[in-house]
Structures are given as structure tokens and as C-alpha cells.
């Protein structure tokens, strides 16, 4: 995007939050007109450093940093800025909590804080208060933030990054359906035909954070297979898992080649260069079509649509989204400044702005943020808006903790699905091996 669009679609993003804001009034509930104010005091000299993942959205960032230039100006305190690959945060996170040393805080995902919660600072009274002034936590979020077994906060949810069914439309029409199936069954029907007409799908299988991580959950998921059961014993080799994977390879077989190498950042590639016509992915792709200065990707954007997860033989929908939280560190030596800068992020008259900017590529952990007019702007955006209230964690039945945390960071569900797409291991053997290093981590 040149600098000319970004200003112009900034310019065009603060008009509408502008308008959301004062054209029809807040966007929360009456409990913000009753909600205490909450402010921090920050340390003398205070000096912040945050690490967060690098957007896929340019209006995210530039929004952000707009944010983070407002809460210097405001407060005197100089915030650095440090961007990483998305793969690249949590083993960042993991080593500045092991040495005591490092960023102030770090913008994390799903239930990493887990991995240390005694490395973060207590959060709870910003929680309590950004819950009672926005109409409430969604209760995924609540479970991801508060150490298991207490209501003590350890992060605070920043947002979730939406996963959906991204597709060509004239393709899938081309290939004989007008819509996505809304089962299992028939989704891979779809996907067949349209490898079949020359426009397939593809879906990550490497060491993809948010995209593989996401839809190899829901498609284990879906068929009734879990991690592990309520009690927390490792509970994958099942026959709900070899049928789940049994269905992965089916799959797999309509799969553009390469996707088991495939990051976040691929799919997104893979798409825009016309190599697929279906994927799982957040709204990058469709903004990304939308600003691109090459006119045939461009004109792409109108036959993108975007579709819930199909429901499998389990009959519900069982869909995993990518939470991203705020960390705050104890080894911060300035944890008063650091906590007054997550809540300044969180107020509306910064995160609703910066909703706008990013195209809803990050829906609300708070139930006040769903009136946000971003959601309805545009139609294609609206199925992106209900991440909190639709998805599941990833702990499934069992609960959050290291091992949930461990088993994730450990692409554990990930390699399984991989290597049983791929023929490099039959569907039990993946199972089995899923299975042994669960097992690593959950010792209940």
C-alpha cells in the first residue's frame, strides 16, 4: 500500500469511528456511565518497551502506533515498539520470563501466560474495571486470562484474531455449489470439485500459529476428538481422532502442493497469486485484495466471500480462534506505567479507532466493542465480529494451564493432523505419537 492509500484509508477509518462515536454516542452499555474511573501513576522517568506480533493489516499498526504516540504525548513516558514474526513471540515471551529481563510487556497468544503465571503482574483490578465499563468479559476470554482455579487475571485479552472460510465465489459456483456446505460431508465434496475445475483449496500444515493451529482443532473437533478429557488425562488416540484424520487426508488430497510448509503469511500469498480459491484465514486477505495496486487482484475483492467453519458429526460448531494478550512482566521497572498504557489501549476512545483501522481484522474480547460499526460497514466483515462468543479454547473439555499452554507451543494437534494428511504416518500411528508427547506435559 503506498503512503497515499494508507492516509487515505486511515482518513477514511477515523471518519467512520469518528461518526460511530459521535454521531449516534458511546458504544457501551449503560454500566460505563456508572463504572469508576481507574487510572494508574505511573513511576517517575518511566520508560516502556513492548514487543507485539507484525500486522497483517497495515491500518492495525498504523492505528496502534497512532495510539502509542497519543499515550506518549499524554503521559511524558517513551514507548518502544518492537515488532516480531508471529512464530517468533511466544519463544521471545518464553525466554524474557526465564531471565527476568526483556520487554515491559509482550503482546502474546492464547494461553501462553499460563506458561508462567508467576512471571506476570496481577491484572485483576484492570480487568474488573474494563469488564464492568464495557459489558463484560466473554467468558473464553476469562478463562484464557485468569490462572486457572482462581479469579486472579494474569493478561488482559487485547482481542482475537477471526478465522473463517475465506473463497472465491464464482469458483465454488463454478464447481457446482452455491454456498459453503454447512457440514463436513459436504465441504469436502466442495473442495474436491473445485480441485477438479483447477481451483483448489489449501490450508497451512507447517508451523502456522494462527491459521494451522486453528483449523486442525476445529477439524479434530468436529469429529469428537480431544487432547484431553475434562480431568486433564491425554485422551487423543480415539477413534473420534482416526476418524477426524481420516477425514484430513481426504482433504489433503484436494490441496494445492506445499502446504505442509505453509506459515501464516502463505495461505494469504497463495490465495492473492491465484494458486487457491479456499482457505482458513482472518479478513487480511480480502483487505489485502482491496488495497492492492495490481488491478486483477484488486478486482478480486468482489467475489471474495467469507464463511463460517462447517459443523462435523459432532453437531455443534467447534471452532478455535487466535486470543492475543497482553503480558505484563514482574521484572518491569515500571509496572504502574505499564499497567496505565494497557488500560489507555483499552478504552474506547482508542481500541474503537483502532477496530476501524484494522477492518475488524481483531474482534472484541469485551461485549461493548460488538456495536462497533465496523462490523456492519461492510457485509463481508460481520461473520469476523462473533470470534468471542463462537469460538472454543484450546484446552477443549480439559483446563488451561502449563501443559495446554506446553502442548500448543509444541504444534502437538498440528504435526498430528500434518502427518497424517501427508502418508508420512497412518492416521493411528499419528495418533499414538500425539499421544506419547501429550503425555510430556499432562502427568495428571
Not at 19 to 29: I, N, V
Not at 96 to 109: E, V
Not at 188 to 206: E, H, I, R, S, V
Not at 336 to 346: D, S, T
Request: glycine share 8%; charged share 25%.
Amino acid at each position: 500500500m503506498t503512503d497515499k492509500n494508507r492516509r487515505q484509508f486511515l482518513e477514511s477509518s477515523a471518519g467512520v469511528a469518528a461518526a460511530a462515536t459521535l454521531g449516534t454516542g458511546a458504544l457501551w452499555t449503560p454500566l460505563a456511565a456508572q463504572a469508576q474511573s481507574l487510572a494508574y501513576k505511573p513511576e517517575k522517568g518511566a520508560k516502556l518497551r513492548v514487543l507485539r506480533w507484525k500486522r497483517f493489516v497495515q491500518g492495525d499498526e498504523d492505528a496502534f502506533m497512532a495510539n502509542i504516540k497519543k499515550f506518549s504525548d499524554k503521559t511524558g513516558i517513551e514507548v518502544r515498539v518492537d515488532n516480531e514474526g508471529w512464530e517468533d513471540v511466544r519463544p521471545k515471551a518464553a525466554v524474557a520470563a526465564n531471565i527476568g529481563s526483556g520487554p515491559d510487556i509482550i503482546i502474546g497468544w492464547f494461553d501462553d501466560p499460563h506458561q508462567y503465571p508467576d512471571k506476570l503482574i496481577d491484572m485483576t483490578d484492570l480487568a474488573d474495571y474494563l469488564g464492568k465499563k464495557y459489558g463484560g468479559w466473554y467468558d473464553v476470554c476469562k478463562k484464557y486470562a485468569q490462572r486457572t482455579g482462581t479469579n486472579k487475571w494474569i493478561s488482559i485479552p487485547w482481542g482475537i484474531v477471526g478465522n473463517a472460510i475465506v473463497y472465491r465465489e464464482s469458483h465454488i459456483k463454478a464447481a457446482g455449489f452455491d454456498a459453503i456446505p454447512k457440514d463436513t460431508a459436504g465441504f469436502l465434496k466442495l473442495c474436491q470439485a473445485m480441485k477438479a475445475k483447477g481451483t483448489p483449496a489449501g490450508f497451512a500444515l507447517g508451523k502456522a500459529v494462527g491459521d494451522g493451529n486453528n483449523w486442525v482443532h476445529w477439524l479434530l473437533w468436529s469429529h469428537g476428538g480431544k487432547l484431553v478429557d475434562k480431568a486433564g488425562n491425554v485422551a487423543i488416540n480415539s477413534p473420534e481422532t482416526i476418524a477426524a484424520l481420516e477425514y484430513a487426508k481426504q482433504l489433503y488430497d484436494t490441496f494445492v502442493p506445499g502446504t505442509l510448509s505453509w506459515q501464516d503469511p502463505n495461505n494469504n500469498k497463495a490465495f492473492l497469486d491465484g494458486q487457491i480459491s479456499l482457505t482458513a484465514n482472518g479478513i487480511s486477505v480480502y483487505y489485502a485484495a482491496k488495497n492492492s495496486q495490481d488491478p486483477k487482484v484488486k478486482e478480486m475483492a468482489a467475489d471474495i466471500q467469507h464463511a463460517r467453519f462447517p459443523i462435523g458429526p459432532v453437531g455443534k460448531p467447534t471452532e478455535l480462534m487466535q486470543i492475543t494478550q497482553f503480558m505484563t512482566f514482574k521484572h518491569s521497572k515500571y509496572p504502574q506505567a505499564a499497567k496505565e498504557l494497557v488500560r489507555f489501549l483499552m478504552e474506547e476512545e482508542q481500541y474503537a479507532p483502532w477496530m476501524q483501522a484494522a477492518i475488524g481484522y481483531v474482534s472484541q474480547p469485551l461485549r461493548a466493542y460488538e456495536k462497533n460499526p465496523i462490523w456492519t460497514v461492510d457485509p463481508k466483515h460481520t461473520v469476523y465480529r462473533d470470534g468471542g462468543s463462537i469460538m472454543l479454547d484450546h484446552g477443549h473439555e480439559g483446563p488451561l494451564g502449563y501443559a495446554s499452554a506446553a502442548a500448543m507451543a509444541d504444534y502437538i494437534v498440528l504435526d498430528m493432523v500434518a502427518e497424517a494428511s501427508s502418508g508420512s504416518k497412518t492416521p493411528k500411528e499419528a495418533a499414538e505419537r500425539a499421544e506419547a508427547r501429550a503425555k510430556r506435559y499432562y502427568k495428571v
